[in-house]
């Protein structure tokens, strides 16, 4: 089974409903002007996606670092091994010992749902679908129902303005707010996740990440957090201001060890100046004493040759 056009006219929630009640296997590839995504598809489950080009944190290598799961460096060597032995890059991180399968299967997951919840807010682009055998590796793969995602799919069309509306942008940086909060006042288990992770500077992607949950689901927390006031977007203003007041920090800091210093720097010429003075002094008095001398002396020999 083929299937191609416009999501104009057949949207992403009925391609994959088809294709997950004929449990069909294949490849869905789909063009917009965010990116080239490829769905597989193997027996009517969605078990990879991946998106070209990737923006920033997109990757499942940003995914870990933001995570901490595994760290840069070793990101970085597992990055370079997998393209030098054409490995997949999951496998290699295993294979080295960076992370467990288990813990490297749910960052697979959460990375694979949001790209296909981005999907869900692509209203215009161009769709194949290619019927043929899926290859993956179960240690490293979740399979998703295409029901379970087409679920999401409505649910995230359904709240994402008003999610959007209230977070301002994808871009924000939350913080939480002053004052001191009661049990009437009690969060939920995934909105106290989140709470505990604002701290002013992370954006969203770290958040969601270090709190293994989806973005959409992040945004979601944020959004009741700010709602219930227990958080609020950092303005650029404010961003500008805490910049300007570190900056003013550091340049304080560095006046002040550069004043000690410069003291310390001047103290030590006063002290080798003194000592040259007392020196030199010192050896002035002893040449004068010396020239004294021998005044002395000549008078004396004149003295003794005229009398």
Known sequence: ???????????????????????????????????KY??????????????????????LSDYLAYAGAVPASQIQM??????????????????????????LKS???????????QLFLVKDGEYEFEAEPVNYHPDYVVEIDTEQV??????????????????????AVFRKRPGEFGVLEKLEQQEARVYELIDGKSGIPEIAARAQITRFDACKALAELKRKGRAETVSRGDSK?????????????????????????????????YLYSGTAAGAKSAY???????????ALEIYRLEK
Do not use: C, H
């Open 78 to 103: 597992a990055e370079q091994k997998s393209k030098s032995e054409l490995k997949p890059l999951e496998a290699v991180l295993v294979g080295l010992g960076f992370i467990s399968p288990l813990d």
């Open 1 to 35: 089974m083929g299937l191609k056009g416009s999501l104009r006219d057949f949207g992403l929630s009925e391609i994959l409903q088809l294709i997950g009640l004929q449990r069909r296997s294949g490849k869905l590839e789909i063009v917009s002007d965010q990116g």
């Open 288 to 298: 004068a004493q010396s020239w004294q001398d021998e005044r002395i002396r000549q």
């Open 150 to 171: 087409l679920m999401d799919g409505y649910r995230i069309k359904d709240e994402w303005k008003t999610i959007l509306t209230e977070i301002g942008s994808l871009e």
């Open 241 to 273: 201001t805490e910049t300007r007041e570190s900056r003013s920090r550091v340049i304080a800091q560095t006046g002040f060890w550069v004043l000690i210093l410069v003291l310390a720097v001047l103290m030590a010429n006063g002290v080798r100046i």
């Open 107 to 117: 960052y697979v997951f959460i990375r694979t749902q949001d790209l296909i919840y």
């Open 38 to 59: 490829q769905i597989l598809i193997a027996a009517g489950k969605v078990v990879r996606a991946e998106k070209k080009p990737e923006a920033k944190g997109e990757s």
